[in-house]
């Protein structure tokens, strides 16, 4: 099957600063990626959506100034969380489509664990 | 909006035996997909099983299998043959056709297979 990896798997920092989380779809194309957050024993929410080469769609209540997300690639999508504030700290998850139809499978990489200081 | 909602937070069953698990989806829609998909202890989330809402017959998939009730709103997973591998959280999602592909996802049942 498709593979969708994360970097880093882990992250501790600062309160403050910015950090950056990787998506790389390893053996296909991504059209579409999708950058999901969880919070301790509670499900999956939908932050935004990219699509390679456009600007990412945010769910409402998601600042995007906040949460940047570049799909400069086909294999690539970042997630950076700028000036991270404790509230920050989850597991962020990433998945990516390959295929064009909106029904093609999305398949999810490890995820990233943040905690702010 | 759409909502999915998993009553069961928890669930155990006996190696080799058969568990279902409970979902029901809140839409006004006629075209969507359902899924269910496995976070086990890595986190790495893994589909199960999809079902389209237009095709009656329920999806399966080996020892998965759905029980889709599309009047009801309702779409169980049944797990046969219960094996220690299938100890996992489990969410349900909910995907509407022409929303930009987003999943709404449930808030999961933690399964337990006990050796």
């Known amino acids: 099957g498709a593979v969708v990896s994360q970097h880093p798997s882990r992250v501790i920092c600062k309160s403050g600063t910015s950090v950056k989380i990787e998506c790389r779809s390893l053996?296909?194309?991504?059209?579409?990626m999708f950058w999901y957050r969880q919070f301790p024993k509670q499900s999956l929410m939908l932050m935004a959506t990219?699509?390679?080469?456009?600007?990412?769609?945010?769910e409402q209540g998601v600042e995007k100034d906040k949460f940047l997300i570049n799909h400069a690639s086909l294999t690539l999508s970042t997630l950076t969380v700028t000036s991270a504030h404790p509230e920050d700290s989850s597991f962020y998850i990433c998945s990516a489509r390959g295929g064009l139809r909106v029904t093609d499978t999305q398949y999810f990489g490890p995820g990233t664990r943040l905690t702010v200081l | 909006a759409q909502t999915v909602t998993q009553s069961q937070p928890e669930m155990s069953v006996q190696e080799a035996e058969t568990v279902t698990l409970s979902c029901t989806y809140d839409?006004?829609?006629?075209?969507?997909?359902l899924f269910w998909y496995k976070q086990p202890p890595s986190r790495q989330m893994i589909l199960v099983i999809r079902?389209?809402?237009?095709?009656?017959q329920n999806a399966t998939e080996n020892r998965f299998s759905v029980n889709f009730q599309k009047a009801a709103k309702s779409f169980s997973l049944k797990i046969s043959d219960s094996q220690l591998g299938d100890t996992a959280m489990y969410f349900c999602a909910f995907m509407k056709l022409g929303s930009g592909d987003k999943l709404t996802f449930g808030t999961g049942t933690r399964l337990a297979v006990r050796p």
């Open positions: 839409t006004s829609e006629n075209n969507y997909y």
């Open positions: 053996d296909f194309q991504a059209t579409t």
């Open positions: 079902q389209e809402a237009y095709k009656q």
């Open positions: 990219s699509n390679e080469g456009s600007k990412a769609t945010y």
